[in-house]
Nanobody, 130 residues
Framework: QVQLVESGGGLVQAGGSLRLSCAASGFTFSRSNMGWFRQAPGKEREFVAAITWSGSNTYYADSAKGRFTISRDNAKNTVYLQMNSLKPEDTAVHYC???????????????????????WGQGTQVTVSS
């Protein structure tokens, strides 16, 4: 049974930090590309960050560049999202997502779209107060 379980969300003041974790099980995590997406109330789900199966390449939304860092530990089947300098506009449910195991996507553009990911977690709420 495939599971992606996010943790680490919460309430933080603007300028603060949070570290999200996503624990994976039930599939070959070490061969899956991983992504973080988020959805704010009344808005569409949007890309935040992604990392290749090997960890050799990372991709970020413009809103995340310079503030967020995605990383993974294939020995622990876990992907992380370190979020610094948080802003109220970062308030959203944050989702972890995994591709079907099989290596790199054929184009870097695929890392940015939710359709490239097959498995999804339930999400963790991040709330940033001003």
């Amino acid at each position: 049974q495939v599971q992606l379980v996010e943790s680490g969300g919460g309430l933080v003041q603007a300028g603060g930090s949070l570290r999200l974790s996503c624990a994976a099980s039930g599939f070959t995590f070490s061969r899956s590309n991983m992504g973080w997406f988020r959805q704010a109330p009344g808005k569409e789900r949007e890309f935040v960050a992604a990392i290749t199966w090997s960890g050799s390449n990372t991709y970020y939304a413009d809103s995340a560049k310079g503030r967020f860092t995605i990383s993974r530990d294939n020995a622990k089947n876990t992907v992380y999202l370190q979020m610094n300098s948080l802003k109220p506009e970062d308030t959203a449910v944050h989702y972890c997502a995994a591709s079907v195991p099989g290596g790199d996507f054929s184009s870097s553009s695929y890392y940015y779209t939710s359709r490239s990911y097959y498995y999804w977690g339930q999400g963790t709420q991040v709330t940033v107060s001003s």
